[in-house]
């Protein structure tokens, strides 16, 4: 018995950023990862169609979340809600003080050039704070696959995500700085 999966299709993708926490019962979770520092805790999780990145402080709680257009997901305190297409750098100031910014990219390779980016990324997995592979559709293509690299301080979190699309050749390149 073959497993399948397929992502969304790349015209479905959305970049939220929400000024609360986001249920993580909303998502199809395949892999997560915590990042514990004195003055925050950031849990980074990947899903079916990206990932989900939540930070809290004594004083704030941020969102991101990278998702498809039709995904339920609240509106109540929606800061970004950007489609994914090109590229895009976006920036929220909280009166708590918190920072954040972030710029995310959709890129569609040649069939080549992704074969060989997605072999790097796969090599890069092995570093990554938080990674996951998705079963392939068919033996000749390779299987989605969503990477993340985390960087912290006791003042801020720098996040690193990249996801492939197989069918479309795309990768989706994302970094997002929470400054304390």
């Known amino acids: 018995m073959s497993i399948s999966f397929a992502r969304p299709d790349i ?4 970049f939220q950023l929400y000024g609360r926490s986001v249920h993580p019962e909303l998502f199809q979770i395949h892999a997560e990862a915590d990042v514990w520092h004195q003055t925050f805790l950031a849990v ?5 169609a990206g990932h989900t990145v939540e930070l809290r402080t004594s004083d704030e709680t941020v969102t991101e979340v990278m998702a498809t ?26 009166r708590s003080g918190l920072s954040y910014q972030a710029s995310f990219h959709l890129e569609e390779l040649d069939p080549d050039v992704f074969l060989d980016f ?15 592979h998705f079963p392939s559709m068919n033996r000749l293509s ?3 696959l969503s990477v993340i690299r985390a960087e912290s301080t006791s003042d801020s ?5 990249y996801h492939t699309f197989p069918e479309s050749c795309a990768v989706v390149k994302t970094q997002s700085l929470f400054e304390l």
Do not use: M, T
């Open 69 to 94: 257009r039709n995904q339920l997901l609240p509106q109540q305190n929606r800061l970004v809600n950007r489609r994914l297409r090109g590229h895009h750098d976006e920036s929220v100031e909280f």
């Open 11 to 14: 015209a479905q993708l959305k």
């Open 142 to 144: 390779p299987g989605p």
């Open 118 to 132: 997605n072999e790097e990324l796969i090599v890069d997995s092995g570093q990554a704070k938080v990674a996951y």
């Open 157 to 161: 979190l720098l996040v690193h995500a």
């Open 44 to 48: 980074i999780r990947v899903c079916d």
